[in-house]
């Protein structure tokens, strides 16, 4: 939905809309409007004409950036007090966060296969070091598997992940290519497509899903 609605904002724009003209019409919110159309560069006969509609166009870009401007800034402060909620982490910590992500994005069908997939590289990071810290995994059980694009650069892509990971190539999966129907929206959003965590042993598997059965009998009991 939000797509579609930045999609209609930014092609009323192009078209010369102003900002308020385009949230009247398309009945969305300023702040939202204007930080979409703000890339965007009007003719000189679109700016003639949204100036001529009161207020001179460069007033108008002037209050606008300043706006956003003072918005980020508020955002930034919020963002810069939560930060401070935390200086470190123990083990404890990243043994529970390990614990939870797993939950949430892991394999729990397979047993005796703990997998876990995302393209996220901070969550790939922060997995490796709950196997290896909290689960004491040994570097030759790592196994890496991708999944990507045919647009992508298949060896830059293996060097990444393995850089990201910590797990040599040679301990990766071939490489799975998805068809190249794939949309520029995810190429460009996953550039360096999906990873998974491979490691084939049972009792860790068993022991993780213990850890989890117990977290949510502690956290969902009445």
């Known amino acids: 939905?939000?797509?579609?609605?930045?999609?209609?904002?930014?092609?009323?724009?192009?078209?010369?809309?102003?900002?308020?003209?385009?949230?009247?019409?398309?009945?969305?919110?300023?702040?939202?409007?204007?930080?979409?159309?703000?890339?965007?560069?009007?003719?000189?006969?679109?700016?003639?004409?949204?100036?001529?509609?009161?207020?001179?166009?460069?007033?108008?870009?002037?209050?606008r950036a300043s706006r956003l401007f003072n918005e980020k800034v508020k955002r930034q402060i919020i963002v810069d007090n939560a930060k401070k909620d935390y200086a470190r982490l123990s083990l404890k910590e990243l043994k529970l966060i390990g614990i939870v992500l797993y939950l949430g994005e892991g394999a729990k069908t397979i047993r005796g296969l703990v997998r876990l997939s995302n393209s996220d590289p901070a969550i790939i990071k922060i997995m490796m070091r709950f196997f290896r810290e909290i689960c004491n995994v040994p570097e030759n059980k790592f196994n890496g598997y991708i999944h990507t694009f045919t647009h992508a650069n298949i060896n830059k892509t293996e060097k990444y992940w393995s850089k990201i990971s910590g797990i040599p190539r040679n301990q990766f999966y071939k490489t799975y290519i998805k068809p190249s129907a794939a949309s520029l929206h995810k190429r460009k959003t996953l550039p360096f497509g999906t990873f998974d965590i491979y490691i084939c042993d049972t009792k860790l598997f068993l022991t993780i899903m213990g850890w989890i059965e117990k977290i949510k009998d502690i956290l969902l009991k009445k």
């Open 1 to 63: 939905m939000k797509l579609f609605e930045r999609q209609k904002a930014c092609l009323l724009r192009k078209q010369g809309k102003s900002i308020n003209e385009i949230v009247k019409e398309a009945g969305l919110s300023k702040a939202s409007v204007s930080g979409w159309v703000r890339d965007i560069i009007l003719t000189k006969a679109q700016r003639k004409r949204i100036s001529k509609k009161g207020r001179s166009f460069e007033s108008i870009e002037r209050r």
